[in-house]
C-alpha cells in the first residue's frame, strides 16, 4: 500500500527556516517524481516543486532561491528545505507522487502546517 | 504559465441530480488535464486524468470531457459523498504545474 506522511511543519517567525519531510512507503521515492503542493488557507493548489527520478528538481517562480526539493534514497524520504520564510508561504504542503512520470498526482500525503508569523 | 479558470466558483445541486463543471485553459493542453476532489481536512484525491480517464476506485458516475481548452467534469446521480471542491490541473506545459482556483460543490 502506498503511503506518504509529512512532518516538519509549525509556527515559524517571517525570514526564518525549515525542513519538511515526507516519509514514503509501498514505493520507491528515487524511481518516481515527486512534488511539494501547497495550500493556503481557504485557498486552492499551488505546485511548489517537483524533483525527476533523475535527480532534476523545479520550482514555482515563487519559490525559487529560497526551497530546495531533495530526497533521501536510503530513507526512501523526500525533503523540502524552506529558507527566507514569508507570511505569504503559510499553508498546508502536501507531498505528492507523480503517476509514472505523467504530470499528474495520484498519491498525496495529508498535508503539515506551516505558519509563518511573528 | 498556462492560466486555469474555473466555473462556477460555487454549484448548488440536489442529491440525485447531475453536476457539470467547467475548467478552461489559457492555452492548448491537449488532453493533459486531470480533476481532483478534496473534502475539508483531506488531501486532494484524484478523479480523472488524460481528461476523460477515471482514475482507480473513483465512480463509473464520475466523467470527464474535452480536449485543448475546453474540459468538463460530470457527476451523474450525485451522492452524498460527492459534496466537495473539485480542481482541475494541467500538466501539459510545465513548470509549473497549475491548478484552476476550485468549484465547490455543495448540496442544494
Known amino acids: 500500500e502506498v503511503r506518504l506522511v509529512e512532518s516538519g511543519g509549525g509556527l515559524i517567525q517571517p525570514g526564518g527556516s525549515l525542513r519538511l519531510s515526507c516519509a514514503a512507503s509501498?514505493?520507491?521515492?528515487?524511481?518516481?517524481?515527486m512534488t511539494w503542493v501547497r495550500q493556503a488557507p481557504g485557498k486552492g493548489l499551488e505546485w511548489v516543486s517537483l524533483i525527476k527520478s533523475g535527480g532534476s528538481t523545479y520550482y514555482a517562480d515563487s519559490v525559487k532561491g529560497r526551497f530546495t526539493i531533495s530526497r533521501d534514497n536510503s530513507k526512501n524520504t523526500l525533503y523540502l528545505q524552506m529558507n527566507s520564510l514569508r507570511a505569504e508561504d503559510t499553508a498546508v504542503y502536501y507531498c505528492?507522487?507523480?503517476?509514472?512520470?505523467?504530470?499528474?498526482?495520484?498519491?498525496w500525503g495529508q498535508g503539515t502546517l506551516v505558519t509563518v508569523s511573528s | 504559465e498556462i492560466v486555469m479558470t474555473q466555473s462556477p466558483a460555487t454549484l448548488s445541486v440536489s442529491p440525485g441530480e447531475r453536476a457539470t463543471l467547467s475548467c478552461r485553459t489559457s492555452?492548448?493542453?491537449?488532453?493533459?488535464l486531470a480533476w481532483y476532489q478534496q473534502k475539508p481536512g483531506q488531501a486532494p484525491r484524484l478523479v480523472i486524468y488524460g481528461a476523460s480517464t477515471r482514475a482507480t476506485g473513483i465512480p463509473a458516475r464520475f466523467s470527464g470531457f474535452g480536449s485543448g481548452t475546453e474540459f468538463t467534469l460530470a457527476i451523474s446521480s450525485l451522492q452524498s459523498e460527492d459534496f466537495a471542491v473539485y480542481y482541475c490541473q494541467q500538466y501539459n506545459n510545465w513548470p509549473p504545474y497549475t491548478f484552476g482556483q476550485g468549484t465547490k460543490l455543495e448540496i442544494k
Open positions: 492555452q492548448n493542453v491537449n488532453s493533459n
Open positions: 509501498g514505493f520507491t521515492v528515487s524511481s518516481n517524481y
Open positions: 505528492a507522487k507523480d503517476y509514472d512520470s505523467s504530470g499528474y498526482f495520484d498519491y
